[in-house]
């Protein structure tokens, strides 16, 4: 009996620690939402439920998603970048928190807005991508050919407070993958400030382009409106002098400086 008792626990313990496997902590997982659907559901309402059941959105709260396509893997077919801003919930947050004046100076820094992508042969999406920032700030969308000249990467523009950046995301195995941030402007309405332009070149040490960053200049406003800055994009003039020049390690999958 007690033969029969230790094999039935070591059994018992090696089936359970063989189903324990590392999940990456970097790179989300893509969830296909109409793997075998039954009925062909409309790309916008197929978006529209996935955003409300992955961000637990209630139907009485307010949100904003935007559409961007562009082809970002290759395959010819036109892939949909989605934003969703969640102001409503911050504001919200804010209330229930006995804490508006406080965060109302911080912009409401939270995790507020996101981006979410949809592979457009497999119409698979991947999880939504928190980007934390200011949601009085919508993100902004862009795309550059900046790994390969066969298909685009994604350049996200956001907001913190009275600065702005902008995050570089490429795409593998239908996931974006974040590879660079930069500062293109900071100080908006104060009396110092700071802005920058991005450029590209050749890539030294791989196909990918190096990512230039010049120091610029622009015309700082004042805002009697203490969240005009969020609604103002600065038009800034580059110079000739370098701030950074980055350059993509295919090894790590990222952007490196050597200043």
Not at 5 to 14: A, K, W, Y
Not at 77 to 102: F, P, Q, Y
Not at 131 to 143: E, N, Q, R, T, Y
Not at 172 to 184: A, W
Request: glycine share 6%; net charge negative; hydrophobic share 35%.
């Amino acid at each position: 009996m007690k033969l029969y008792l230790q094999l039935f626990l070591s059994t018992l313990l090696f089936g359970c620690t063989s189903e324990i496997k590392e999940t990456p902590d970097v790179i989300p997982d893509t969830i296909v939402v109409d793997d075998t659907p039954k009925q062909y559901v409309p790309t916008e309402e197929l978006i529209r439920n996935y955003v409300y059941k992955s961000l637990e959105i209630s139907d009485d709260e307010k949100i904003t998603i935007e559409t961007f396509e562009a082809d970002c893997n290759g395959d010819d077919s036109l892939d949909i970048v989605i934003t969703v801003n969640l102001l409503d919930r911050a504001l919200k947050e804010a209330i229930k928190s006995n804490s508006i004046a406080k965060r109302a100076e911080l912009g409401y820094m939270g995790r507020f807005n996101y981006m979410i992508y949809m592979d457009g042969a497999s119409r698979s999406l991947s999880k939504a991508i928190a980007i934390p920032s200011s949601p009085h700030g919508k993100l902004a969308v862009s795309f550059e050919n900046i790994r390969t000249e066969h298909y685009k990467d994604i350049l996200i523009d956001f907001r913190i407070r009275n600065s702005g950046f902008r995050e570089f995301y490429s795409v593998v195995n239908e996931i974006p993958r974040r590879v660079l941030q930069v500062k293109l402007f900071d100080g908006l309405g104060d009396s110092t400030y700071e802005g920058y332009t991005i450029g590209y070149k050749p890539g030294r040490y791989s196909l990918a382009k190096d990512v230039i960053v010049y120091k610029g200049t622009f015309d700082n406003p004042t805002f009697d409106d203490p969240l005009g800055s969020y609604q103002f994009t600065p038009e800034i003039t580059a110079t000739q002098e370098i701030d950074r020049q980055w350059f993509f390690n295919d090894g790590q999958f990222k952007y490196f400086t050597d200043k």
